[in-house]
């Protein structure tokens, strides 16, 4: 079992939609949780990041950790094809050691 | 004013070639890595130095050699290269090691025939 699953989609959604996206992990010493976006030859670039479990919200975007069921989700309201990208979420923190565990990334399409 | 910069961005070798990357953050931070991602999307760590200090060694081939003389740079010299060596490398800064907020540079496209 990978330490993060992510579906790697692609998941394609009309303009507007609500887009939900989710990662399982299984290693419960997480502590620290992100979201990167990913657009096509571009590096990874820092969406939410959130400490332990809770809600973050930042304009369009909503993250949501729950610890006790190991899964993260990532919410984009009224989604614009600018949205359009690989959205990566990745994990850290506890006996994790320094290292960052990256799930596969889901391809993202918004249609205008 | 790029935080994480990387050169060159493209780099096309031959099989056997020895090649170097080059990371600069102008972040302040402590802390620089180096991933690679596949043609699937795959990011894995490589390589990790905080304040200079190698903290991060996954089992790659030793052909690949991090060196990081100061705070602010981290370079990636990788010896004879191969063909399974084509890939993107991003490096990436973060304030503190495992704390989660990393900062990604454009990444470096190694084609190697």
């Known amino acids: 079992q990978k330490e993060v699953e992510q579906d790697p989609g692609p998941l394609s959604v009309p303009e507007g939609a609500i887009v939900s996206l989710n990662c399982t992990y299984s290693?419960?010493?997480?502590?620290?949780f992100m979201w990167y976006r990913q657009y096509s030859r571009k590096g990874p670039e820092l969406l939410m990041y959130t400490y332990s479990s809770g809600n973050k919200e930042d304009g369009r975007f909503t993250a949501q950790v729950d610890k006790s069921s190991k899964y993260i989700s990532l919410f984009i309201r009224d989604s614009q094809p600018s949205d359009s990208a690989t959205y990566l979420c990745a994990m850290s923190g506890g006996t994790g050691g320094f290292k960052t565990i990256f799930g596969a990334g889901t391809r993202l399409f918004v249609k205008a | 004013d790029t935080a994480v910069s990387q050169t060159p961005k493209y780099l096309v070798t031959q099989m056997g070639n020895d090649k170097s990357i080059k990371c600069e953050q102008n972040l302040g931070h402590d802390t620089m890595y180096w991933y690679k991602q596949d043609s699937k999307k795959f990011l894995k760590i490589m390589f990790s130095y905080n304040n200079k200090e190698l903290i991060i060694n996954e089992t790659v081939p030793n052909r690949f050699s991090p060196k990081s003389p100061d705070k602010a740079h981290l370079n990636l010299h990788i010896n004879s290269l191969e063909l399974g060596d084509s890939a993107v490398y991003f490096c990436?800064?973060?304030?503190?090691?495992?704390?989660?907020?990393?900062?990604f540079g454009p990444g470096t496209r190694l084609t190697v025939t």
């Open positions: 290693n419960s010493a997480f502590q620290y």
């Open positions: 990436a800064s973060s304030q503190q090691p495992g704390m989660g907020e990393q900062y």
